[in-house]
């Protein structure tokens, strides 16, 4: 189990271990729901698009036509569903 302290302003300190647990870093957002029971969970929240653009970017790899991408999507549902 670990253990954080609150300080007199209302702050916590993630412990390193939850941290590289949750994979956060500086200026992650995190979501804390309180359950009917009274206990708290802390989950990271999701990125969005704009956070992560580009971060697929390959040099040199071949763009893909939309077209190309539809029929790919097309043949992976009906592969999977039939």
């Not at 763009?63 to 592969?79: F, G, L, R």
Request: hydrophobic share 40%.
């Amino acid at each position: 189990m670990t253990l954080a302290t609150l300080t007199s302003k209302g702050q916590v300190t993630i412990p390193k271990e939850v941290r590289e647990s949750l994979n956060l870093h500086a200026g992650d957002k995190i979501e804390i729901v309180v359950t009917e029971q009274g206990e708290a969970i802390i989950r990271p929240v999701s990125k969005k698009v704009d956070d992560v653009f580009c971060k697929l970017y390959q040099p040199g790899r071949e763009a893909v036509s939309v077209e190309a991408m539809n029929d790919a999507i097309k043949k992976h549902v009906k592969d999977t569903f039939q």
